[in-house]
């Protein structure tokens, strides 16, 4: 089983881009679990057509506890097991420990023995990597890490504190960086600008997504590109780099 989380900046398109990969990755026959960690819950939106998940910390909330899978996770598309951690109401409470109450849920229920994944896929929110943001980083969770980012200065900027943070880790055999995928925003020589930080940073690009109006264009209709029309250009992009990432062994 492959655990890896998926940072970067917020409105840098991890959602898109993780969605995307898990539906490459089933494309390629294996089992995928995305979990998103996001109090919106909106991740796996474009794997279910829209039908709604309950987050976990909703469930919590409202029932007290959680005694079956079935009451937290949907079976989207190509079987992709979607779930979603949630959060408090905004302004009202912490969003870092709902997502560890989630984690912990799914923990206890066995999930990933029931489930059986090959990957698993983690869209932590935004650039945050501190309390529960860093828990797939931080408690062992995920073995990997992907961080997304454009040639753009902030994007730049979250990418390297969130290297930081996994450098921080590296000691205690906690998620390691796989790599970084580029989601341009056509910015004047920008994969030349984010080839140079990344090896500054000491990794490599894993992959490189192209402005493509079809993302926008299957998202308005709740899908991935690879569910709307897998031979279009930007979808063999996407399953290119999900090729790479299955191809790539583990992190020791």
């Known amino acids: 089983m492959r655990k890896i989380a998926v940072y970067g900046k917020g409105g840098i ?12 990755i089933s494309k ?25 998940v309950t987050p976990v910390i909703q ?24 779930i979603e951690a949630g959060g408090p109401t905004p302004g009202v409470g912490c969003a870092g420990r709902g ?6 849920t799914l923990e206890d229920l066995d999930a990933f023995e029931e489930f059986k994944p090959d990957f698993v896929f983690y869209d932590v929110l935004g650039d945050v990597v501190c309390g529960g943001f860093a828990m797939p980083i931080r408690d062992g969770y995920a073995d990997e890490v992907i961080i997304v980012t454009s040639g753009e200065k902030m994007a730049l900027f979250a990418a390297g504190n969130i ?17 970084v ?20 940073m000491d ?5 490189i997504i192209p402005r493509d109006g079809n993302i926008q ?5 709740n899908m991935t590109v690879i569910q709307g029309d897998i031979e279009l250009p930007i979808s063999k992009t996407i399953m290119d780099i999900a090729k790479s990432i299955v191809e790539g062994s583990e992190i020791q």
Request: proline share 1%.
């Open 13 to 24: 398109g991890k959602s898109t881009i993780t969605s995307s990969l898990s539906a490459a």
């Open 28 to 52: 390629l026959g294996y089992k995928v679990v995305q979990i998103g960690c996001d109090p919106k819950a909106d991740s796996t939106i474009n794997l279910t057509n829209g039908q709604k």
């Open 59 to 82: 469930y919590l909330k409202e029932k007290g506890s959680c005694e079956s899978l079935d009451e937290i996770a949907v079976k989207g598309y190509n079987d992709i097991v979607c």
């Open 99 to 104: 997502i560890i109450m989630a984690f912990e």
């Open 163 to 179: 290297k930081m943070a996994i450098d921080s880790f590296g000691d205690k055999g906690y998620g390691r960086l796989r790599g």
């Open 181 to 200: 995928i580029l989601n341009k925003r056509n910015i004047e020589n920008e994969e030349e600008i984010v080839s140079r930080y990344v090896k500054d």
């Open 203 to 207: 990794s490599e690009i894993i992959g």
């Open 217 to 221: 264009k299957y998202e308005e209709q």
